[in-house]
Every structure is written in structure tokens, then in C-alpha cells.
Nanobody, 126 residues
Framework: QVQLVQSGGGSAQAGGSLTLSCVVS????????MGWFRQTPGKDREGVAA???????RHADSVKGRFTISKNAAKSTLYLVMHDLKPEDSGIYYC????????????????????WGQGTQVTVSS
């Protein structure tokens, strides 16, 4: 049974940094594209970043240069490192995985992702 368990997040001041983690079981390399999404009240869930089996990455324009997605196969963990945070980065962040596939679609959308983490709140104050 595939499980994605998130940790990290919390509160930060504008300009600060936070890191999100997502432990994947049984094994991260058995997954296809993996991504981070965020959701705010009244808005659709939006793709923030994605990484495929060969570690190719995509980042949304709104976070390019500030957020970095990565994965550590030995720890079976997906990360999102967030720097220079802005109040508009606030929301509930979810990690997600596709059951298979070699590439991530562009743009990254929730459709096609089969497994989801429980979500974690990120709040950035000005």
C-alpha cells in the first residue's frame, strides 16, 4: 500500500524559509512523477513543482528561483525547500505521486496523480 506522509511547514515571516518533507512508502523510486501542490481558500489546487524518475524538475513561474523540489532515494523522501517566502505562498501544501510514468506533464496539474499526502499548512506573515 502506497503512503505519503508529510512533515514540515508551519509559520514564517516574509523573506524566511521553510522545508517540507514527504516520506514515500514502500519506495519513492517505484513512483512516477512526484509533485508538490498548494491550495488556498476559494482557489483550485495548483502545481508548485514536480520531479520525474530521472530527477528532471519543473517549478511554477511563481516560485522559480525561490523554491526547489528534490528527492532522496536512500531516504525515500521528497522535499520542497522554500526560500524568500511571500504571504501569497500561504496555503495547504500537498505532496503527490503518480503510480507510474517516466515524465511529468507541463504544466503540473493535480489530474493524473494517484496518491496524496495529508497536507500541511504554510503561513507566511508580512
Amino acid at each position: 500500500q502506497v503512503q505519503l506522509v508529510q512533515s514540515g511547514g508551519g509559520s514564517a515571516q516574509a523573506g524566511g524559509s521553510l522545508t517540507l518533507s514527504c516520506v514515500v512508502s514502500p519506495y519513492i523510486n517505484s513512483m512516477g512523477c512526484m509533485g508538490w501542490f498548494r491550495q488556498t481558500p476559494g482557489k483550485d489546487r495548483e502545481g508548485v513543482a514536480a520531479i520525474d524518475k530521472d530527477y528532471r524538475v519543473r517549478h511554477a513561474d511563481s516560485v522559480k528561483g525561490r523554491f526547489t523540489i528534490s528527492k532522496n532515494a536512500a531516504k525515500s523522501t521528497l522535499y520542497l525547500v522554500m526560500h524568500d517566502l511571500k504571504p501569497e505562498d500561504s496555503g495547504i501544501y500537498y505532496c503527490a505521486a503518480e503510480a507510474d510514468g517516466d515524465y511529468c506533464n507541463s504544466p503540473v496539474t493535480p489530474a493524473g496523480f494517484d496518491y496524496w499526502g495529508q497536507g500541511t499548512q504554510v503561513t507566511v506573515s508580512s
